[in-house]
Structures are given as structure tokens and as C-alpha cells.
């Protein structure tokens, strides 16, 4: 096996002269290889299989031990491997550890590189006269042998001389293994003192004055005064020759044996939203607490942040102090409801107007807990063992409010509002035609009016009789209203008409007298196979196909017939001839007016005696040249071959009179030049 990291330590005891006080002696153990017998340390390696080869070498060749004289003694720790070697704290254990001291300690805690060494240097200091034992521990970062150690003895001689009282360990009193705080008066007292001489008696006291010596004891049982305060307990020390500490050792700890109380920042009770529930204790400590109603034990859960209380909880908690005191077991109930009361209002319905100075309101209330409060516009009202209710409610002209409020025993809250009108004005109503005395014909006349409610509920609608009042009919609209009115036989009538508002009241309008007289009907027929109007102007009948109306009785009536295009041939039916139609109606009458087309007059060559053609090609046929042919404004299916030697004028879109232009002719078909001149106006070919 090959060895790359050798870690070596040489101890190297340094010779002094020997002092007053007794003579110093250091002693270590010798490692030696298994294959070789050799009593003495000088280059005697132990082979350590992790890290290389130890050394201890001493300097004065002895056998198993050096011996030397003197106070003092130093140790020289040597690594001479190819690691870094760390040492840990130097100690000094034996039964007379208290009599060897160590100085200048460079070694402990220290990393030491390859070839690097420190010092610590061994002191004796004996109390009292004898040989003396202890060894020092040397550890190391070496896993299989972690420590070394260098065993010390020495022995004192007669002259020594002892005036050290004891001295602490670690702490040389604590009571109740440091405690602040207490609920007890009897409390436990430790004591951690050594002297060399060991410690024979002590001095306990509550007070800076020590009047009792006992002999030593690690701990026992004190008592301190009965109020509660924060008090000292004082303690001296005596060793085996009489030496005592003139300063006592102290210890304070405060007596405490007060009850905490504790508190919730919310109190149990019913809510309707959940709860942030602070927990306090009168006195600092540990508060423990339960939310299934359980009593809480010092293994519940501990009280650290405020309790988010968001269902119903039974809670209960008690508090501990620092001293130990328990307080009593508080306990708060939550109820947590967050659904509002069921609240139904039956009656009066929303938007009611009413006539009356009062409504009776109608309607239940339920909720899953205790209802605490039902009000009607702030007044409370009673409610049935099922949660019905019936109050009276009175009423001002106008709108009235009425709110209805429920709250339950956690704050929640219902509530209904609705508008009820209270009207007791009539509403004002007229009619606008006919007016009162005229005389109307026809059909039916459809009678108009207007009627309004001022600031009262609104007009709900009209109704009219046209029978003196035996039969009512509704009217269309309301504000501004119109019926139509079937006449019946010719003679007086009496018009009635009424408006009910919202609220009921009714209003009537003054009565219209009228006279129904009689009516007949004309009928007006457009026959033949042209066509033509039939007009009066004193009537306003202007007709170019079959039309008709009533007219008052006796109406004396003249038409007028006006061909287009065509020839009027006559009058039949209750007229006859052809001039014009003058006709008398005592009953009802129909006319025919005859129009034939007009097949000779389609076009003309002008000029001071016109010559008329039923079609365009015969005109062209029989003009001279520079002619002009007017042509109707109609269309005419031709195909029109254009082969004389002449010039002519085409123009078309002519009235059938010849009078004037109204648009332009058609040619359903062709128009051929194959000779001549042709200039054409609102003439269209297709």
C-alpha cells in the first residue's frame, strides 16, 4: 500500500528549574510497532492506515517517561505530513486537574500546514503538599486515533501554601435550574463550585449577611419569603483549609402567584359574518384554547395570531404565565348566520294607486333563528306565531313609500319596498270632433278627443257611448284618444265619453249632439280598350281605373271624362252620352267611361293641316322631303325601313294631343335607313 499524507506530532518537553512551589513531571504514552520490541520512544512510529505515521519523541532518551523539575512545561505540536492537521481545544482532566493549568495555548482550534508547528505550555500549581496526577488531551482531525494524550504528575513539597477560597465551574448557584420565574416559594438551588482542597462548607442566605455555615452540598431545597417579588438568594463558599469567598455568589428569581386572566376581543354571541377573534392574558404566557367546545388541555393548540371565526364555534381557552399560574377556563359560543330573513309582501302589489286613505299590508317572515325586530316605515309590527303579518297603513295624496324591514338575531336584514299611490282626483276629459251640432255622413266618422290626470295616477283609459250612455266602448289611445264610430241610420245622436285613471276615478266629458244623415255610394268604372281619367274637381275624384265613396245624400256630382292616347266613346250605367256626367245621388249609383284606342293619330307629318298615320312607317312612307313627323310618346312595336331619297325630321314623346312632350317614343323593334337623311329627337330603338 502506498502512503501519500504522513501526519506527524513530536512532543518536546521543555526542561526547567524547579520552583518553590514543588517539582513538575510530564509523562506520555509510547506507541511501538507490533513486529518490534523496542522500550524506548525515540523514532518509535505507531502507523496509522489512514493518515501516515505518529511520532513521540522525547529529547532525554528515557525509556517510557521524561521526568523533569520546574513549574512549567511546554509541548511543541509538529506536523510534518502533506495534509493540513487540525487540532481541537487542549483540555486538562485527572483527578488533580485543578492543580495543572495550561498557558500560551497557540495550539488549540489551530490548522496546522505541512512543517507548521505551535506551542502550549503546561503550568503546576499545587494547593497543598503531595503527589499529584492529570493528563492533557490533545484531539485531532486523525479518525482513527483522534486523540492524544500526555499524562502530567507532579509533587509538592511541604511549603505549600493554600489561600484560594473555591471558585465556580460554570455558574456557582442557580435556582431552579435558571429560572426567572417561579409560582413556588420552595425552590431548587444547584451549586457548581471546585477548590483544590476540595469544598467543605457553604453559607445560604436571602439576605448580604451569611449566619449559618452548612456543610456542602451540590443542590437543596430553599425557601423564599411568602410575598410575591423578585428576590436574591446569596451563598459563600469554604474549601478544607478555611479559605471562604468574602463576596457572595448570587442568584435572583422573582415569586409569582398571581392567576392570569384572559379575554376574547369579541364576546360569544350571534353574527352574520364570521368573527377576528384576539385572545389576551392579563400577564405574559401561553394561552391554549379549543373551537369544538372541548375544555383545553396544555396540549391544545397555543393561542399565536388572532381566530378567524368564520362558522359557529364553541371556544374555549385559559392561559398560563411564565410563572406557571394557571387562569380559569374561559369559554365564548359564536353563532355565525349569514342568510338574511325570508320576507314575502303579498299585498298591496308595487305601483298600486288606490282611491282609498289606506292599505292593508299583507305578508310572512321567516328565519332559520329568532326574528328580534319587524318594522313598517319605522313602526314595529306584530307577527303571528307563523310569521304572518296584517298591518294598516294610512296614505297621503301622492306616492307613498311603504318599507317593510326584518332583522334576525345575528343583524341580518330584509327588506321590501313598494310605491302606492293615493289619487282622488278625477280625471278631465274632451272630445274634439265632431263638433257639438255638425252634421257627419258615411260609413263611419272616427271621433277624436284628448284627455290628462294632472299629477294624479294617470289616465288608464277612455270609454265612449255613442247611444246616450247605454253601451260603452273603449277608445284607442289615452292622452290623446280616438274611436271609430260606425253611423248608424240617419237621425240625432247623443256622444258620451268618460276617462278612468289608474286609480279608478272617472271624469266625463260634455255631451256632443250630432246628426247622422244619409249616404250613398258612387262607383266609377274605367271600360274599353284604351284609357283615360274620370275627375270632379268640386268633389276631388280624379280616377283612371275603377274608384268609389260615399256621398252625403242629394250631392250633385258632375265627371268629367279625359281620354290618353285614346277616344272616350261614352257613358253608361246612371249616365249616358258623351259630354259630361251630371248626376244627382239619392241612392247608390255606378257610371261606366268607355275609352277606345286611338289607332289613326300614333303620328302626323306637321304643318298647317296636319296628316295623320297609325304607324311611324306609314308616315315616312307619305312625307315630302324636309317633313317633320311627330310621334306619340308610347311605344310601338314596328321594324321601320327608311329607303327614299328625302330628308326628315323624327320627333317623338308627343302628348296625345300634340300639344307638348311629356318623354319620348319607343321603338319595340328596328329602324333601318338605307337612303336619305334622318334626324330623330326622343326617339328611343330596341
Given at each position: 500500500m502506498r502512503w501519500e499524507m504522513i501526519t506527524t506530532l513530536k512532543l518536546?518537553?521543555?526542561?526547567?528549574?524547579?520552583?518553590?512551589?514543588?517539582?513538575?513531571?510530564?509523562?506520555?504514552?509510547?506507541?511501538?510497532?507490533?513486529?518490534?520490541?523496542?522500550?524506548?520512544?525515540?523514532?518509535?512510529?505507531?502507523?496509522?492506515?489512514?493518515?501516515?505515521?505518529?511520532?513521540?519523541?522525547?529529547?532525554?532518551?528515557?525509556?517510557?517517561?521524561?521526568?523533569?523539575?520546574?513549574?512549567?512545561?511546554?509541548?511543541?505540536?509538529?506536523?510534518?505530513?502533506s495534509g493540513s492537521?487540525?487540532?481541537?481545544?487542549?483540555t486538562i482532566g485527572g483527578d488533580n486537574r485543578l492543580e495543572f493549568t495550561t498557558q500560551n495555548d497557540a495550539c488549540s482550534n489551530q490548522i496546522l500546514a505541512p512543517s507548521g508547528s505551535c506551542t502550549v505550555s503546561v503550568w503546576f500549581k499545587p494547593a497543598f503538599a503531595g503527589a499529584k496526577s492529570a493528563y492533557l488531551q490533545v484531539p485531532t482531525n486523525d479518525q482513527l486515533t483522534p486523540s492524544l494524550t500526555v499524562n502530567l504528575t507532579g509533587i509538592a513539597g511541604t511549603t505549600v501554601i493554600d489561600q484560594t477560597p473555591p471558585v465556580e465551574?460554570?455558574?456557582?448557584i442557580t435556582i431552579n435550574g435558571g429560572a426567572s420565574i417561579t409560582n413556588s416559594g420552595q425552590v431548587a438551588l444547584a451549586f457548581s463550585v471546585q477548590d483544590a482542597s476540595g469544598v467543605a462548607g457553604m453559607c445560604v442566605s436571602n439576605s448580604n449577611v451569611c449566619s449559618n455555615w452548612e456543610p456542602f452540598a451540590a443542590g437543596r431545597i430553599w425557601a423564599l419569603p411568602e410575598s410575591d417579588a423578585t428576590y436574591s438568594v446569596y451563598v459563600w463558599f469554604r474549601d478544607g483549609l478555611g479559605n471562604s469567598n468574602a463576596t457572595p455568589y448570587i442568584a435572583s428569581i422573582t415569586l409569582d402567584t398571581v392567576r392570569p386572566t384572559v379575554s376574547a376581543s369579541v364576546p360569544g354571541g350571534v353574527y352574520n359574518k364570521g368573527q377576528t377573534v384576539a385572545l389576551t392574558s392579563s400577564k405574559p404566557g401561553t394561552i391554549y384554547y379549543t373551537l369544538n367546545g372541548t375544555n383545553p388541555t396544555k396540549s391544545s393548540s397555543i393561542y399565536s395570531a388572532s381566530l378567524k371565526i368564520a362558522a359557529n364555534a364553541g371556544l374555549k381557552f385559559f392561559a398560563v404565565d411564565?410563572?406557571?399560574?394557571?387562569?380559569?377556563?374561559?369559554?365564548?359560543?359564536?353563532?355565525?348566520?349569514?342568510?338574511?330573513?325570508?320576507?314575502?309582501?303579498?299585498?298591496?302589489?308595487?305601483?298600486?294607486?288606490?282611491?282609498?286613505?289606506s292599505v292593508t299590508l299583507q305578508g310572512k317572515v321567516a328565519d332559520g333563528l329568532r326574528l328580534t325586530s319587524f318594522k313598517v316605515n319605522g313602526s314595529d309590527v306584530t307577527t303571528s306565531y307563523d310569521g304572518s303579518f296584517v298591518q294598516s297603513v294610512n296614505l297621503s295624496p301622492g306616492l307613498n313609500q311603504i318599507t317593510s324591514v326584518a332583522i334576525d338575531e345575528a343583524g341580518n336584514q330584509a327588506t321590501d319596498t313598494r310605491i302606492v299611490g293615493l289619487d282622488q282626483q278625477e280625471?278631465?276629459?274632451?272630445?274634439?270632433?265632431?263638433?257639438?251640432?255638425?252634421?257627419?255622413?258615411?260609413?263611419?266618422?272616427?271621433?277624436?278627443?284628448?284627455?290628462?290626470?294632472?299629477?294624479?295616477?294617470?289616465?288608464?283609459?277612455?270609454e265612449i257611448s255613442t247611444d246616450g250612455g247605454l253601451n260603452w266602448s273603449i277608445a284607442t289611445g289615452t292622452i290623446d284618444w280616438s274611436f271609430p264610430w260606425l253611423l248608424p241610420q240617419p237621425g240625432n245622436y247623443t256622444i258620451k265619453v268618460r276617462a278612468v285613471d289608474v286609480a279608478g276615478n272617472?271624469?266625463?266629458?260634455?255631451?256632443?249632439?250630432?246628426?247622422?244623415?244619409?249616404?250613398?255610394?258612387?262607383?266609377?268604372?274605367?271600360?274599353g280598350t284604351g284609357g283615360g281619367y274620370v275627375t270632379s274637381s268640386a268633389f276631388g275624384i280624379s280616377c283612371n281605373s275603377t274608384c268609389g265613396a260615399l256621398y252625403e245624400n242629394d250631392s250633385a256630382i258632375t265627371l268629367k271624362a279625359s281620354p290618353s292616347y285614346s277616344i272616350f266613346t261614352g257613358w253608361s250605367g246612371d249616365c249616358a252620352g258623351t259630354g259630361d256626367c251630371s248626376i244627382t245621388l239619392k241612392k247608390n249609383a255606378s257610371v261606366t267611361a268607355t275609352f277606345a284606342k286611338d289607332q289613326n293619330h300614333v303620328a302626323r307629318i306637321a304643318g298647317q293641316t296636319p296628316q295623320y298615320y297609325p304607324s311611324l312607317q306609314g308616315a315616312y312612307t307619305a312625307a315630302p322631303t324636309d317633313s317633320t313627323i311627330q310621334i306619340w310618346g308610347i311605344q310601338l312595336d314596328e321594324a321601320c325601313i327608311f329607303d327614299r331619297s328625302v330628308t326628315v325630321n323624327l320627333q317623338g314623346g308627343f302628348s296625345d294631343t300634340y300639344v307638348s312632350t311629356t318623354g319620348a317614343t319607343t321603338v319595340n323593334g328596328?329602324?333601318?335607313?338605307?337612303?336619305?337623311?334622318?334626324?330623330?329627337?326622343?326617339?328611343?330603338?330596341?
Amino acid at each position: 500500500m502506498r502512503w501519500e499524507m504522513i501526519t506527524t506530532l513530536k512532543l518536546f518537553p521543555t526542561v526547567r528549574d524547579p520552583g518553590p512551589l514543588g517539582v513538575l513531571a510530564v509523562e506520555w504514552n509510547c506507541a511501538v510497532r507490533s513486529d518490534r520490541n523496542v522500550g524506548r520512544c525515540e523514532n518509535t512510529p505507531y502507523r496509522n492506515p489512514r493518515n501516515g505515521w505518529i511520532w513521540l519523541h522525547n529529547s532525554i532518551r528515557d525509556a517510557n517517561k521524561g521526568a523533569y523539575t520546574g513549574q512549567q512545561s511546554q509541548i511543541i505540536v509538529t506536523n510534518e505530513g502533506s495534509g493540513s492537521l487540525m487540532v481541537g481545544t487542549i483540555t486538562i482532566g485527572g483527578d488533580n486537574r485543578l492543580e495543572f493549568t495550561t498557558q500560551n495555548d497557540a495550539c488549540s482550534n489551530q490548522i496546522l500546514a505541512p512543517s507548521g508547528s505551535c506551542t502550549v505550555s503546561v503550568w503546576f500549581k499545587p494547593a497543598f503538599a503531595g503527589a499529584k496526577s492529570a493528563y492533557l488531551q490533545v484531539p485531532t482531525n486523525d479518525q482513527l486515533t483522534p486523540s492524544l494524550t500526555v499524562n502530567l504528575t507532579g509533587i509538592a513539597g511541604t511549603t505549600v501554601i493554600d489561600q484560594t477560597p473555591p471558585v465556580e465551574v460554570t455558574k456557582a448557584i442557580t435556582i431552579n435550574g435558571g429560572a426567572s420565574i417561579t409560582n413556588s416559594g420552595q425552590v431548587a438551588l444547584a451549586f457548581s463550585v471546585q477548590d483544590a482542597s476540595g469544598v467543605a462548607g457553604m453559607c445560604v442566605s436571602n439576605s448580604n449577611v451569611c449566619s449559618n455555615w452548612e456543610p456542602f452540598a451540590a443542590g437543596r431545597i430553599w425557601a423564599l419569603p411568602e410575598s410575591d417579588a423578585t428576590y436574591s438568594v446569596y451563598v459563600w463558599f469554604r474549601d478544607g483549609l478555611g479559605n471562604s469567598n468574602a463576596t457572595p455568589y448570587i442568584a435572583s428569581i422573582t415569586l409569582d402567584t398571581v392567576r392570569p386572566t384572559v379575554s376574547a376581543s369579541v364576546p360569544g354571541g350571534v353574527y352574520n359574518k364570521g368573527q377576528t377573534v384576539a385572545l389576551t392574558s392579563s400577564k405574559p404566557g401561553t394561552i391554549y384554547y379549543t373551537l369544538n367546545g372541548t375544555n383545553p388541555t396544555k396540549s391544545s393548540s397555543i393561542y399565536s395570531a388572532s381566530l378567524k371565526i368564520a362558522a359557529n364555534a364553541g371556544l374555549k381557552f385559559f392561559a398560563v404565565d411564565l410563572a406557571g399560574n394557571q387562569s380559569e377556563v374561559m369559554a365564548e359560543n359564536y353563532t355565525v348566520d349569514t342568510v338574511i330573513p325570508a320576507l314575502s309582501v303579498t299585498s298591496p302589489l308595487p305601483g298600486l294607486w288606490t282611491t282609498q286613505t289606506s292599505v292593508t299590508l299583507q305578508g310572512k317572515v321567516a328565519d332559520g333563528l329568532r326574528l328580534t325586530s319587524f318594522k313598517v316605515n319605522g313602526s314595529d309590527v306584530t307577527t303571528s306565531y307563523d310569521g304572518s303579518f296584517v298591518q294598516s297603513v294610512n296614505l297621503s295624496p301622492g306616492l307613498n313609500q311603504i318599507t317593510s324591514v326584518a332583522i334576525d338575531e345575528a343583524g341580518n336584514q330584509a327588506t321590501d319596498t313598494r310605491i302606492v299611490g293615493l289619487d282622488q282626483q278625477e280625471p278631465v276629459v274632451a272630445v274634439s270632433s265632431p263638433a257639438g251640432g255638425e252634421s257627419v255622413y258615411g260609413v263611419s266618422y272616427l271621433v277624436h278627443g284628448s284627455a290628462s290626470d294632472g299629477t294624479g295616477s294617470g289616465v288608464k283609459r277612455v270609454e265612449i257611448s255613442t247611444d246616450g250612455g247605454l253601451n260603452w266602448s273603449i277608445a284607442t289611445g289615452t292622452i290623446d284618444w280616438s274611436f271609430p264610430w260606425l253611423l248608424p241610420q240617419p237621425g240625432n245622436y247623443t256622444i258620451k265619453v268618460r276617462a278612468v285613471d289608474v286609480a279608478g276615478n272617472t271624469g266625463y266629458a260634455a255631451d256632443v249632439s250630432g246628426v247622422v244623415r244619409a249616404a250613398y255610394r258612387l262607383d266609377i268604372l274605367i271600360g274599353g280598350t284604351g284609357g283615360g281619367y274620370v275627375t270632379s274637381s268640386a268633389f276631388g275624384i280624379s280616377c283612371n281605373s275603377t274608384c268609389g265613396a260615399l256621398y252625403e245624400n242629394d250631392s250633385a256630382i258632375t265627371l268629367k271624362a279625359s281620354p290618353s292616347y285614346s277616344i272616350f266613346t261614352g257613358w253608361s250605367g246612371d249616365c249616358a252620352g258623351t259630354g259630361d256626367c251630371s248626376i244627382t245621388l239619392k241612392k247608390n249609383a255606378s257610371v261606366t267611361a268607355t275609352f277606345a284606342k286611338d289607332q289613326n293619330h300614333v303620328a302626323r307629318i306637321a304643318g298647317q293641316t296636319p296628316q295623320y298615320y297609325p304607324s311611324l312607317q306609314g308616315a315616312y312612307t307619305a312625307a315630302p322631303t324636309d317633313s317633320t313627323i311627330q310621334i306619340w310618346g308610347i311605344q310601338l312595336d314596328e321594324a321601320c325601313i327608311f329607303d327614299r331619297s328625302v330628308t326628315v325630321n323624327l320627333q317623338g314623346g308627343f302628348s296625345d294631343t300634340y300639344v307638348s312632350t311629356t318623354g319620348a317614343t319607343t321603338v319595340n323593334g328596328s329602324l333601318t335607313v338605307r337612303r336619305g337623311t334622318v334626324r330623330a329627337r326622343n326617339l328611343m330603338i330596341r
